[in-house]
């Protein structure tokens, strides 16, 4: 099973940006990001995997997923920072074939989780 650690979590103002980090024990084929608030149900932010990210409309163009394999590392840079993106960030693994047989949100909502970091963006 693969060990998640999120990091990077913090308080920061409207319009700044903030890079989050999760590392990984082992690649497990398909890594992304999820955020939650208090109340409602955890949303996908994005995905990774076959070389390809995928990014839900509210944060694309705005976030980005990349990797750091000689690392065992997953960042998500956040920029434009808005209050509506206050969260718990969490990060996710499955496998590749379940991430191509279900697509990245569906299958890694089953996946590994993180413990999550904590944005708050204040106006």
């Known amino acids: 099973q693969v060990q998640l650690v999120e990091s990077g979590g913090d308080s920061v103002q409207t319009g700044r940006s903030l890079t989050l980090s999760c590392a990984y024990s082992t690649w497990p084929g398909c890594m992304g990001w999820f955020r939650q608030v208090p109340g409602k149900e955890r949303e996908g932010v994005g995905g990774?995997?076959?070389?390809?990210?995928y990014y839900a409309v509210s944060v694309k163009g705005r976030f980005t997923i990349s990797l750091d394999n000689r690392n065992n590392t997953m960042y998500l840079q956040m920029t434009s920072l808005k209050p509506e993106d206050t969260a718990m960030y969490y990060c996710?693994?499955?496998?590749?074939?379940?991430?191509?047989?279900?697509?990245?949100?569906?299958?890694?909502?089953?996946?590994?989780w993180g413990q999550g970091t904590q944005v708050t963006v204040s106006s």
């Open positions: 996710a693994a499955t496998s590749a074939r379940l991430c191509n047989l279900r697509g990245w949100l569906a299958a890694l909502r089953s996946g590994n």
């Open positions: 990774i995997y076959a070389t390809r990210t």
